[in-house]
């Protein structure tokens, strides 16, 4: 598990952005693209650079759902809910990950290489239905290649 | 027109004549977030590594999508002589040997092309324009996708790019928005206002600065039109955007971008930053003392911010959560300064607009809605793609021309004009048009263009609870009436689906139908339009999954299968159910 970064290296990484100018996301993504998460200690980092509160920060890092609050998974599979995978057999793909993995949506395995969590359409449907294993399409999937290509990645590719 | 533009748009052409009389084979590899998902990144490398190692002698460059998006990647070669052009389909990595093979021996490979689209047909390849996808279609928006390069802005000068903007410098503000109202386009995002009113609003406000916000959120799953535009044709949104401030004054712009578009996003930042670099943005525009700052902004992963106000609030720093309506946006927006908010494709058609006048943009359509329309189209299709079309196309015909029919053996259910919100309409209304009435009679609407097919292989209460779960899902949270009643909903659809259906609850579907349109935004107004609207035309299969406890799909695991579940699984019950 990565450890917190300090105080003083979030305070140097947020120190470009200002209150009320729309710097809420732009820095919590920038500390998300830097750690692959946002840490505790950077809600209130990010609050006293903005001059707001701790509380408006953690209300957007909870309501939007591409904030994490804890370390990826070496594999972060983002299975894909649309409608075009879910006419195409989406659900069985989904069943047959959680049952390979043992895991549910947003859960991750004890020895955290791989997390599950659900993607929303990227407009890739002629690949229906797919996943996406750390930003990457995987698509045409049958439950079978499905649970093949969890396996290769577990066993180390 | 301004001086300064002429020399921009001069230099660009005359770097575009160049490039095409350089005498090498000129090879462009369709790359974007759908053609990456078939491999394009690769097939481009293996392409670079040909051209470098002097297998062929070839200029390998990137371009925007044709629409093909179900036969990615798609890479165009033309001759070196310049004079025979053809596009290829489905060149995923293990196939580009054969087209590296045929360019190295200078010829053409039929088994992959889609078509030429330079020159001549050939007696093995016909010309792009006779392929039934490409048969009416209209592309004006996509003009350049597929022929430059969208991460270079001097590709996009050299094709009538920035001439709109440069026509709208020489107009004062009122004429630039009767151009736009007389062409009669209307907002693309749905709703369908005219575009021009809703500058003519930004321009009379009185306070500043004035703010406008371009919404790339498209969240309706099944529709990535404006992915398509934004990673094919960046500056189209850039310039229409600039003619936009021009005419309403406006000081400041923001390109609000959804986080599960990281290209869309980059490809975004690249032109925004080449806008500036040329001085088509910021400080004293090529010279003019008119200002324009663009800032492209990424969401988070909120559907809900797809709403104006939700969008603005997201922007302003807070959760995404719709506001209160009035005051609207141009009169208290962004910051509570008066704002503007269009959609991509409602912003690029303003330059095609200016640069060729209403009358040219607006006679291509016979509908009362004017201009072109980009479509998406995914589900039990053949093909999965994208087209531009004049307003107006009949469902069937993105069904059985564009989409190439149904993928499997099962007869049409029905369909979604377009996203979670829009409801879902039964196959017997194939023949309608995709304009804004047809839609709005029935209670429900277009939506962006995002049209979702499906056979009798789905089952309709399944398809509700998708629908719903989703609403639920991304419902900010305000009013009780959508974060309780959508899941309220899903309670009762998954209490069917597993066999627990009551007599009661068809009258619970119409109480929340009442309730739900009392909510603050559409997002909880149209949270329940695919129940209300299947209730109508597929009441049958609710009663028969309620009553008999058979659902006909045999999707639903908690209930027999019924007559189309063929396709399943072979079960002991499905001889008795049906």
Redesign the interface.
């Known amino acids: 598990m990565a450890a917190e970064p300090g105080l003083q290296e979030l305070r140097e990484l947020v120190a470009e952005f200002q209150p ?1 100018r ?5 820095a ?2 920038k500390v998300q693209h830097t750690y692959g998460w946002v840490p505790r200690a950077a809600i209130e980092v990010i609050a006293r650079q ?1 001059n ?1 509160t701790p509380a ?1 920060i953690y ?2 890092v909870t ?5 994490r609050t804890h370390p990826p998974a070496k594999y972060e599979v983002a299975w894909c ?4 995978c ?3 057999g989406g659900e069985a793909i989904r069943e047959a990950i959680q049952e390979e993995l043992g895991i549910g949506l947003d859960e991750q395995t004890p020895d955290h290489r791989f997390g599950l969590h ?11 239905p ?1 996943i996406w294993v750390n ?1 990457r ?1 995987r ?1 045409n999937l049958t439950p079978e290649s499905a649970r093949d290509l969890i396996r290769s990645l577990r066993d180390g590719e | 027109m301004n001086a300064r533009l002429q020399k921009l748009i001069a230099d660009a052409k005359a770097a575009w004549q160049a490039e095409q009389a350089s005498g090498r084979v000129r090879i462009r590899v369709t790359l974007d977030t759908s053609s990456i998902a078939r491999g394009a990144e690769e097939t481009l490398a293996r392409l670079r590594d040909a051209a470098a190692s002097r297998k062929i002698d070839a200029d390998v460059g990137i371009t925007g999508s044709w629409g093909f998006c179900w036969m990615e990647p798609c890479v165009s070669v033309r001759s070196a002589a310049g004079t025979h052009a053809v596009l290829y389909g489905n060149v995923t990595p293990d196939r580009v040997d054969e087209l590296i093979d045929a360019i190295a021996a200078g010829r053409d490979l039929p088994s992959l092309a889609l078509g030429v689209i330079e020159g001549n047909a050939t007696p093995d390849i016909p010309l792009l324009e006779d392929h039934p996808f490409m048969k009416g279609q209209v592309r004006r928006l996509m003009a350049n996708l597929g022929r430059t390069d969208p991460e270079n802005i001097d590709h996009y000068l050299a094709h009538g790019g920035y001439e709109g903007f440069g026509k709208a410098l020489e107009m004062d503000a009122e004429a630039i928005v009767k151009e736009v109202l007389d062409s009669g386009l209307g907002g693309r995002g749905g709703g369908g206002f005219p575009t021009g009113r809703k500058w003519d609003f930004l321009r009379n406000a009185t306070a500043s600065p004035r703010y406008l916000i371009c919404n790339a959120d498209e969240g309706d799953p099944g529709a990535w039109v404006n992915r398509i535009l934004m990673e094919g044709d960046p500056h189209l949104i850039i310039e229409g955007m600039l003619i936009a401030a021009l005419a309403s004054h406006a000081d400041e712009g923001y390109i609000y971008i959804r986080y599960e578009y990281p290209l869309a996003f980059e490809r975004m930042k690249k032109a925004v930053a080449q806008a500036y670099e040329k001085g088509l943005l910021g400080k004293d525009i090529l010279g003019t003392g008119k200002n324009f700052e663009l800032i492209v902004f990424l969401g988070a992963g909120a559907y809900v911010c797809g709403e104006e106000t939700g969008l603005i609030n997201s922007i302003d720093g807070y959760r995404g959560m719709p506001r209160i309506k009035p005051p609207f946006p141009a009169q208290a927006g962004l910051w509570n300064k008066p704002t503007n908010v269009n959609n991509v494709e409602s912003y690029a058609n303003a330059p095609l607009i200016l640069r060729n006048g209403a009358q040219w943009w607006s006679s291509v359509s016979d509908a009362k809605e004017k201009g072109t329309k980009m479509f998406t189209f995914s589900g039990h299709v053949k093909q999965a793609g994208c087209i531009e079309i004049p307003f107006g196309p009949k469902v069937r015909t993105l069904l059985e021309q564009y989409a190439g029919g149904l993928s499997g053996d099962l007869p049409l259910k029905g369909f979604q004009p377009g996203g979670p919100l829009s409801g879902v309409l039964p196959a017997s209304d194939i023949d309608l048009t995709l304009t804004l009435d047809p839609y709005r009679e029935r209670g429900m609407f277009l939506g962006s263009g995002g049209v979702v097919f499906f056979d009798q292989s789905a089952c309709i209460v399944d398809l509700c609870l998708f629908f719903l779960g989703f609403c639920e899902d991304e419902s900010c949270g305000r009013c009780t009436t959508c974060h309780g009643g959508t899941q309220r909903a899903v309670e009762i659809l998954r209490r069917i689906a597993a066999g627990g259906g009551r007599d009661a609850d068809l009258d619970n579907f119409e109480k929340l139908i009442g309730t739900l349109v009392w909510s603050n935004c559409l997002h909880g107004q149209f949270a329940m339009t695919s129940i209300k609207t299947s209730l109508k035309t597929f009441r049958d299969e609710y009663v028969e999954h309620i009553v008999d406890k058979v659902c006909r799909a045999g999707v639903c695991k908690g209930l027999m299968p019924g007559r189309w579940a063929r396709r399943a699984a072979p079960q002991p019950a499905a001889a008795a159910a049906d």
């Open positions: 009320g729309g710097h809420v996301l732009p919590l993504h903005l707001t408006l209300g957007a309501f939007y759902s591409d904030f809910c649309g409608p075009a879910r006419l195409r659900v993607g929303q359409c990227n407009g890739t449907c002629h690949e229906a797919q930003g399409v698509g």
